[in-house]
């Protein structure tokens, strides 16, 4: 009997005594450098290989979910009312011929439609059938010079607390067959929830990855000088940047 | 007294503990940020097996197979890891970071899978080099042991059937766990991955989908459960000092009907 009074009190122990210790291991810097370094090896074994599985139409989700706010803000509010009229795509940076596209430019490029699944970092889905214009057309249109390596999207949504949205993908993930820049989601324009006039599609990598709202594409050597320097607004909360799993 | 366990079991054997203990809890922060298990490629509500929610504040509910429990308190509306309560469907005592965060508990989680992998790979591996693993897994020639087994210990019988220096028993639980469950845990994981998914689609689809592959993922974690309850109950009623004293030091004191058998 001694025995197991021991043994259930050495068990409670240690139970009432990981919480304590998780807590001061979690808020350890040097901890969380070890924890992070998991997304290297990630990147490197998984990367962005394959096509992400493409669906038939009788898969889509109609009423596709939103997560976020669209901007509320008088600039977006004016786009909007005019249809995007006065909206341009800006694409700048390392390149050797920045342009700003207006939407009709970016329509009369060839359209590509994927039928693919969005995963929510957050564990939920939803498929959508998005048209628009690929990713690597662009890049071929306005030619990335020798020291550009990652592609940043500047997007129109902030946080409220003036933090812009921006995401970031190296070349390679941006010259995906699939990465796409959509304008049409469910054979209509996009809505403002869903990141009008164009969004960001990236399927093979988790949904905060495709970036709604994009106003200006810039083309970089490094993200280290962009906000806070993580490539990204969720990364910049501590979400990995390589967001494949 | 055998020197049962070679160093680098023991060593393994007490990473898993602590990566299974991380594993469990930071999984639950992750599905705290989706609180819903769906049998399906999508989402999808028609499908649902699994919801915890707070539908109203102060109220949390779970519903299994459309079967709603109000589990306040304890699944739902819960211990927000500050100080107060809120709607998180398991409790901040239980999750990695004790608060809602999502990142936090990704970083744990993933880091954690590799290491628990990578240490089942090195002791698969120098086990097998050894020999070690002949003792451990379950054989046709056992099955018809694994009652008899059972019945010795329900005191049905007075002596177990004779065999090595694991039970069939033993054997059956270490074979499960180590060549079907945890394989398959990593397996489900891996499935949710939209990179490895674009890489080995069929092993998505084999699982029912993506939000099928989380459902197996969680049903693999209570497995692992299932195991860890029964194993530490074993440990505890069959020796525990003795069988502590190998997994620390290596050294077993061999029951009288250990080790006579094939």
Redesign the interface.
């Known amino acids: 009997m001694k025995?197991?009074i021991f043994?259930a009190s050495s068990a409670s122990a240690i139970l009432t005594g990981?919480?304590p210790i998780?807590?001061a291991l979690?808020n350890n810097a040097t901890v969380?450098k070890?924890?992070?370094?998991?997304?290297g090896?990630?990147h490197a074994l998984?990367?962005?290989?394959?096509?992400?599985?493409e669906y038939r139409e009788s898969?889509v989700?109609r009423n596709f979910?939103v997560n976020g706010f669209a901007p509320s803000d008088s600039r977006y509010v004016t786009l909007a009312a005019s249809n995007f009229a006065g909206y341009r795509l800006l694409v700048d940076g390392a390149v050797d011929r920045r342009h700003a596209f207006p939407l009709g430019e970016l329509r009369a490029l060839p359209q590509q439609t994927q039928i693919t699944?969005h995963?929510?970092?957050?564990?939920?889905?939803?498929?959508g059938k998005w048209s628009g214009v690929r990713l690597s057309d662009i890049l071929d249109a306005v030619r990335p010079r020798n020291d550009a390596r990652y592609v940043v999207f500047h997007c129109m949504d902030n946080d409220g607390m003036g933090n812009l949205y921006y995401e970031s993908l190296d070349l390679h993930q941006a010259r995906h067959p699939q990465a796409l820049l959509a304008m049409r989601l469910n054979d209509a324009p996009l809505d403002a929830a869903h990141g009008a006039p164009v969004r960001l599609r990236v399927?093979?990598?988790?949904g905060y990855k495709s970036a709604k709202w994009v106003e200006r594409i810039e083309v970089v050597g490094s993200f280290a000088n962009i906000a806070s320097g993580r490539g990204g607004y969720?990364e910049d909360?501590?979400?990995?940047w390589y967001?494949?799993? | 007294m055998i020197y049962r366990y070679a160093v680098l079991t023991r060593a393994s054997h007490w990473l898993w503990v602590i990566a299974f203990a991380v594993l469990v809890s930071s999984g639950l922060q992750i599905f705290n940020a989706s609180p819903n298990l769906d049998a399906s490629d999508k989402s999808d509500p028609a499908r649902r097996v699994l919801a915890i929610a707070a539908p109203v504040d102060g109220v949390g509910t779970t519903t299994i197979f459309g079967h709603r429990f109000v589990t306040t308190g304890w699944l739902g509306w819960t211990d927000d890891g500050m100080g107060s309560r809120g709607p998180h469907a398991f409790p901040g005592w239980i999750t990695i970071p004790g608060y809602q965060d999502l990142a936090g508990g990704r970083r744990w989680h993933l880091f954690f899978a590799w290491a628990a992998a990578l240490c089942w790979l090195v002791w698969l591996v120098s086990s097998a080099m050894k020999g070690n693993l002949r003792d451990m897994i379950l054989r046709p020639s056992d099955l018809p042991k694994l009652w008899p087994m059972q019945a010795y210990y329900l005191k049905l019988r007075k002596e177990p059937p004779p065999h090595g220096t694991y039970n069939p028993l033993q054997k059956a639980s270490y074979t499960a766990i180590g060549f079907v469950i945890a394989p398959l845990v990593v397996l489900t994981g891996l499935a949710l991955s939209p990179g490895i998914d674009a890489i080995a689609n069929p092993l998505t689809v084999l699982l029912g989908g993506r939000q099928f592959a989380r459902l197996w993922h969680f049903v693999g974690m209570i497995a692992l459960l299932g195991f860890f309850a029964i194993h530490t109950f074993q440990v505890a009623t069959q020796g525990a000092l003795n069988q502590m004293r190998a997994m620390i030091t290596g050294w077993f004191r061999l029951g009288e009907h250990d080790g006579v058998g094939p």
């Open positions: 025995r197991r043994l990981c919480g998780a807590n979690n969380q070890v924890l992070a370094s998991a997304e090896l990630n998984i990367g962005t290989r394959g096509l992400a599985r898969d989700d979910r699944r995963d929510c970092v957050e564990g939920w889905s939803a498929i399927p093979t990598q988790l969720w909360q501590g979400y990995e967001a494949g799993i």
